[in-house]
């Protein structure tokens, strides 16, 4: 069975860092990986994305500077590193695969893991 498994989230105080992982069940050696945010009552946006290769990233400005996003082919997993972390970053997380590039449709989702940011 083909999933994508979320963890790492959790509640963490304005300013903290939280680690989220996106684990495969299968090679992710040829897909784009997306994370993608849902906060309550907002519509779904697009976090950051890496290549295949990991040679090409992107993020959104809301999390440029503060959000590194990375991927790890031999464990079959994608990662999004988050510092200086702002109320406003509390949202549900998603981890979506694309087939060769982030401009792929998604076919792949998880289903998401919570993070929450509050003092």
């Known amino acids: 069975q083909w999933q994508i498994v979320e963890s790492g989230g959790g509640l963490v105080q304005p300013g903290g860092s939280l680690r989220l992982s996106c684990t495969a069940s299968w090679t992710l050696d040829y897909y784009a990986v997306t994370w993608f945010r849902q906060a309550p009552g907002k519509e779904r946006e697009g976090v950051s994305c890496?290549?295949?290769?990991?040679?090409?990233?992107n993020y959104a400005d809301s999390v440029k500077g503060r959000f590194t996003i990375s991927r790890d082919h031999a464990k079959r997993t994608a990662y999004l590193e988050m510092n200086s972390l702002k109320p406003e970053d509390t949202a549900v997380y998603y981890c979506a695969a694309a087939p060769d590039s982030c401009n792929g449709d998604i076919s792949y989702w998880g289903k998401g893991t919570l993070v929450t940011v509050s003092s």
């Open positions: 890496i290549s295949p290769s990991s040679t090409s990233t």
